[in-house]
């Protein structure tokens, strides 16, 4: 009896106490290779582990130009063609600057690269490198985006 309250209690607190997830755009920069397509990962600013370019929605823009503006700001993206409607998208636990843990879900749009500047306003804070989506999908940690990667 206690194990079935406990049950129906989880299940009627639980949604009405969890925070939804917030929401980002996120970039897949990529371009054609000798060998295929090829994609952009950048390192992240407080680990230093691959991710691809990212943010929260910028007034005025919809999410595939907000992700555009992620792509500049952090990897000095300058676009070719930029898909309007997403690929997918993928979730992930990111630790705010209070250091609460924010589940977050990010729409992926494909943005082609037409070129990269050598000036970009993180440049000294991230590396970045071009690879097959493959070997991107085994440096990220996120098994959705390892999804998206692999099925580009």
């Not at 609460?100 to 879900?105: K, R, S, Y």
């Amino acid at each position: 009896m206690v194990m079935l309250f406990k049950s129906a209690l989880i299940g009627v607190l639980d949604p009405l106490l969890r925070r939804p997830d917030r929401v980002q755009a996120a970039a897949l920069c990529w371009r054609k290779g000798k060998k295929g397509k090829e994609v952009l990962l950048i390192t992240s600013r407080d680990t230093g582990r691959w991710i691809i370019p990212k943010g929260w929605p910028i007034e005025g823009l919809d999410g595939a130009d907000t992700a555009a503006q992620e792509a500049w700001e952090e990897a000095g993206v300058k676009p070719g063609k930029i898909k309007r409607q997403p690929l997918g998208l993928y979730h992930y636990v990111k630790r705010l600057s209070n250091g609460v843990p924010a589940p977050i879900e990010a729409s992926v749009y494909p943005i082609e690269v037409a070129r990269l500047a050598n000036k970009f306003p993180e440049c000294h804070e991230r590396k970045r490198s071009w690879m097959s989506p493959e070997q991107a999908a085994m440096l990220v940690d996120e098994p959705e985006l390892q999804d998206l990667l692999r099925a580009f």
